[in-house]
């Protein structure tokens, strides 16, 4: 394995992440001021524009006065706005003009568009991006590194962007290069590695082979923090290890990269890789931060996937955020949560138990409880004013005054039969059902399904089939597994306890299955055109496609289990 010696520039990158975080800290401290700044700046940037004399913001000077003025919006309500400013009308949304556009992963519908103004920029994404850097920086220095002491799998910066109708870049954030061009510099940890720039020529959409060509590189090198950011692609790393194993072998021992030349022969590596084999923690025996977000379905299968990292691997959570902006931004060593980013967007919320309208009455930050779920709506100066996030933020506690927050899941819910279920709630269950019964968790997934021979007005025609990857699992796990899920969900989910108390809804089905569905699942969408650290983990399978992929091998060999056989309309147990 080659010395990793420190990258030029890593004191002073590390250093300026730590200052970063601390001041944004300080910049949080009074929560209050911090609202009351951002909403002042939101009514200078949006001054003059086409949306503030639509929504007559001129005259607005209290918050009162804005919630008001402006409805709620989700980005579907939002598009026609959006649109505008993407083919190049001036003055849409900021008096500032889009630079760029940045896009969505779509994993959940189409791909959305959000503008990127410098004023954002500066001001909005690189405080919150930095100061959540500043945790692993400060915490695990010798790890963090722009050079080849990190592997970042998010990180893949395009030379050919698409473009708007306005001829503006669209693409996602970790494939915009942001080094320069708005007066700032936003360098990411490995963005200076040995594999950032690829040395061997390869198609910029050939997703996968330019990530086995970063891997193959990188087994060549001591790594010690892997990001990810999408937890998902920390656990495919060691599958595509396992997958292209043999290749990685003869390329390292060839000196080549992709069979093409670019290498240097190193037989000496590829027999000790060989003689260990493809486990992260063999291959990068001195790993000692994962980086990426711990919540959702994430937070069943990380605690499994840290041993195949090393055991002295830490997780720390990347921010509760999405394209479109902040929530909650990690300031200390809390495994999954982040403090509420109030310093840089105007926050409101809605109970997640109601469903979001345009007029929705909304909470403030201090108006929070611990323990309690809501959605998201933010305001700020990239343009998006009251926007519905369409993410769910569970408030874990409070740091002093200020709420800390952690993402949830999708806000979308799931209802044949009046149980309003969404994805939190199935992911708790999963968890507890895990818990109680002492079986691990690999993956899982869901969805209403009807029983064979029925019709869509049959009480008790539907029930939740719950596709489950267990790590070593009997038959008996697993049916009593079922029973406790639809037990939790009952305790849970108040509609969906009425669904079973009165025969709408049968008991929850739990169908074992291999890990490997959920690797031939990640193939197949990252197949048809999505970059690999956009194919994120799916509460709800929607996608018929995907759920035929990953149940075949389940209900192959053997049936689903519920523990509740009882007929139609009769109590479930609790």
């Given at each position: 394995?080659?010395?990793v010696?420190?990258?030029?520039?890593?004191?002073?990158f590390?250093?300026?992440?730590?200052?970063?975080?601390?001041?944004?800290?300080?910049?949080?401290?009074d929560?209050?001021?911090?609202?009351?700044?951002?909403?002042?700046?939101?009514l200078?940037?949006?001054?003059?524009?086409?949306?503030?004399?639509e929504?007559g913001?001129s005259?607005?000077?209290?918050?009162?006065?804005?919630?008001r003025?402006?409805?709620?919006?989700?980005?579907?309500?939002y598009?026609?706005?959006?649109?505008?400013?993407?083919d190049?009308?001036?003055?849409?949304?900021?008096?500032?003009?889009?630079?760029?556009?940045?896009?969505?992963?779509?994993?959940?519908g189409?791909?959305k568009?959000?503008?990127?103004?410098?004023?954002f920029?500066r001001?909005?994404?690189?405080p919150?991006?930095r100061?959540?850097?500043?945790?692993?920086?400060?915490?695990?220095p010798?790890?963090?590194?722009?050079g080849?002491?990190?592997?970042?799998?998010?990180?893949d910066?395009?030379?050919?962007?698409?473009?708007?109708?306005?001829?503006?870049?669209?693409?996602g954030?970790?494939?915009?290069?942001?080094?320069?061009?708005?007066?700032?510099?936003?360098?990411?940890?490995?963005s200076?590695?040995?594999?950032?720039?690829?040395?061997?020529?390869?198609?910029e959409?050939?997703?996968?082979e330019?990530?086995?060509?970063?891997?193959?590189?990188?087994v060549?090198?001591d790594?010690?923090?892997?990001?990810?950011?999408?937890?998902?692609?920390?656990?495919?790393?060691?599958?595509?290890?396992?997958?292209w194993?043999?290749?990685?072998?003869?390329?390292?021992?060839?000196?080549?990269l992709?069979?093409?030349?670019?290498?240097?022969?190193?037989?000496?590596?590829?027999?000790?890789?060989?003689?260990?084999?493809?486990?992260?923690?063999?291959?990068?025996?001195?790993?000692r931060?994962?980086?990426?977000?711990?919540?959702?379905?994430?937070?069943?299968?990380?605690?499994?996937?840290?041993?195949?990292?090393?055991?002295?691997?830490?997780?720390?959570?990347?921010?509760?955020?999405?394209s479109?902006?902040?929530?909650?931004?990690?300031?200390?060593?809390?495994?999954?949560a982040?403090?509420?980013?109030?310093?840089s967007?105007?926050?409101?919320?809605?109970?997640?138990?109601?469903?979001?309208?345009?007029?929705?009455?909304?909470?403030?930050?201090?108006?929070?409880?611990?323990?309690?779920?809501?959605?998201?709506?933010?305001?700020?100066?990239?343009?998006?004013?009251?926007?519905?996030?369409?993410?769910v933020?569970?408030?874990?506690?409070?740091?002093?005054?200020?709420?800390?927050?952690a993402?949830?899941?999708r806000?979308?819910?799931?209802d044949?039969?009046?149980?309003?279920?969404?994805?939190?709630?199935?992911?708790?269950?999963?968890?507890?059902?895990?818990?109680?019964?002492?079986?691990?968790?690999?993956?899982?997934?869901?969805?209403?399904?009807?029983?064979?021979?029925?019709?869509?007005?049959?009480?008790?025609?539907?029930?939740?089939?719950?596709?489950?990857?267990?790590?070593?699992?009997?038959?008996?796990?697993?049916?009593?597994?079922a029973?406790?899920?639809?037990?939790?969900?009952?305790?849970a989910?108040?509609?969906?306890?009425?669904?079973?108390?009165?025969g709408?809804?049968a008991?929850?089905?739990?169908?074992?299955?291999?890990?490997?569905?959920?690797?031939?699942?990640?193939?197949?969408r990252?197949?048809?055109?999505?970059?690999?650290?956009?194919?994120?983990?799916?509460?709800?399978q929607?996608?018929?496609?995907?759920?035929?992929?990953?149940?075949?091998?389940?209900?192959?060999?053997r049936?689903?289990?519920?523990?509740n056989?009882?007929?139609?309309?009769?109590r479930?147990?609790?």
């Open positions: 394995m080659r010395p010696p420190d990258h030029a520039d890593d004191a002073a590390r250093q300026e992440l730590v200052a970063a975080k601390h001041q944004l800290a300080a910049s949080v401290a929560p209050a001021q911090a609202q009351r700044h951002v909403f002042e700046e939101l200078a940037q949006v001054a003059g524009t086409k949306f503030a004399t929504h913001l005259g607005v000077r209290t918050l009162d006065d804005y919630r003025a402006v409805p709620l919006r989700t980005y579907q309500e598009d026609p706005w959006l649109a505008r400013a993407a190049g009308e001036p003055g849409v949304l900021t008096r500032e003009e889009p630079r760029l556009f940045f896009t969505t992963s779509g994993s959940t189409s791909r568009r959000i503008p990127v103004t410098e004023p920029l001001q909005v994404y690189l919150y991006f100061a959540a850097m500043g945790v692993p920086a400060e915490y695990f010798d790890s963090l590194s722009l080849a002491a990190t592997l970042n799998l998010r990180h910066r395009l030379a050919r962007p698409n473009t708007t109708g306005s001829g503006r870049p669209s693409l954030p970790s494939q915009a290069d942001l080094r320069g061009g708005f007066g700032v510099t936003l360098r990411e940890p490995g200076e590695a040995p594999w950032a720039e690829l040395p061997v020529p390869v198609d959409r050939d997703y996968l330019k990530l086995y060509l970063r891997l193959r590189m990188a060549e090198h790594v010690r923090c892997v990001i990810g950011h999408n937890p998902t692609m920390l656990a495919m790393l060691p599958e595509l290890l396992t997958q194993w043999p290749r990685i072998l003869r390329d390292v021992r060839d000196g080549t992709g069979g093409r030349p670019g290498g240097t022969p190193d037989p000496v590596r590829a027999a000790d890789l060989e003689r260990h084999g493809p486990v992260p923690a063999a291959v990068w025996p001195r790993v931060v994962l980086y990426c977000w711990t919540s959702g379905v994430a937070s069943l299968y990380l605690p499994r996937l840290r041993e195949v990292y090393g055991d002295d691997v830490t997780v720390l959570p990347t921010p509760a955020a999405a479109e902006g902040p929530v909650g931004v990690p300031l200390d060593r809390h495994p999954h982040g403090h509420l980013a109030v310093s967007a105007l926050y409101e919320f809605v109970d997640a138990a109601d469903d979001v309208r345009a007029d929705s009455p909304t909470l403030l930050y201090d108006e929070l409880e611990p323990g309690r779920d809501y959605h998201v709506v933010f305001s700020h100066l990239g343009g998006l004013y009251r926007y519905v996030l369409g993410d933020a569970h408030v874990v506690d409070r740091a002093g005054t200020l709420p800390r927050v993402y949830a899941g806000a979308g819910l799931s044949v039969a009046g149980e309003r279920l969404r994805e939190v709630q199935l992911v708790r269950a999963v968890a507890e059902a895990s818990r109680r019964t002492g079986t691990d968790v690999i993956n899982m997934t869901g969805r209403p399904e009807r029983a064979a021979g029925s019709h869509h007005h049959t009480v008790g025609s539907h029930h939740y089939t719950v596709a489950v990857a267990f790590h070593g699992a009997g038959t008996s796990d697993v049916a009593s597994f029973g406790v899920l639809d037990d939790a969900l009952c305790r989910n108040p509609d969906y306890r009425r669904a079973r108390e009165g709408a809804l008991a929850a089905r739990v169908l074992p299955v291999p890990t490997s569905a959920f690797v031939a699942n990640w193939h197949r990252v197949a048809s055109g999505m970059r690999p650290p956009e194919v994120k983990d799916q509460v709800f929607a996608d018929d496609a995907a759920w035929d992929l990953i149940t075949a091998g389940g209900r192959q060999t049936k689903g289990f519920s523990e056989r009882e007929a139609p309309g009769q479930p147990n609790r």
